[in-house]
């Protein structure tokens, strides 16, 4: 699976760790920066990961900040993406499974390593169930459905 990952400087070394890690899962990683954790606006990276979910330069996306929400936020943005700020490995499952997410967002001052990698890990083998929540994701992107 081609994977868009994002941060801004303060989750610029949870985003090479988390890149290396789907790399040896066998992911195509498509990192969209920052280089470095020189000071940086996590919208511009969650506007850059949110074009390339929205476009189809990858299947899902992983935007990481100081504590996920700014950039969950500015991934949020974008109608095509449906991006979840999770804690734990349950909340990965279900923002796949009820929300269809295709976007997670991880806090790298609240979430530690292996924690951020069971959430990944839970976010890339869940599965949409659809039935009752597919008119409720509809309305995510058009609600006047």
């Not at 890690?21 to 280089?35: I, K, Q, R, Y």
Request: hydrophobic share 45%; charged share 20%.
């Amino acid at each position: 699976m081609r994977i868009a990952i994002a941060s801004d400087h303060a989750a610029f070394a949870l985003k090479a760790e988390l890149a290396a890690t789907l790399a040896e899962w066998g992911h195509d990683v498509l990192d969209l920066g920052p280089d470095s954790d020189a000071r940086v606006d996590y919208p511009d990276f969650g506007y850059k990961l949110a074009e390339a979910v929205a476009s189809g330069a990858a299947e899902r996306g992983v935007a990481l900040c100081g504590s996920g929400i700014g950039i969950s936020i500015a991934v949020n943005r974008n109608p095509a993406c449906r991006c979840a700020l999770v804690s734990d490995p349950y909340s990965a499952t279900l923002s796949r499974q009820h929300n269809n997410a295709n976007v997670i967002a991880m806090g790298a001052r609240l979430t530690g390593i292996d924690m951020a990698k069971a959430c990944l890990e839970a976010f890339l083998s869940g599965e949409f169930e659809g039935g009752r929540h597919e008119g409720r994701v509809a309305k995510l992107s058009n609600p006047t459905i």
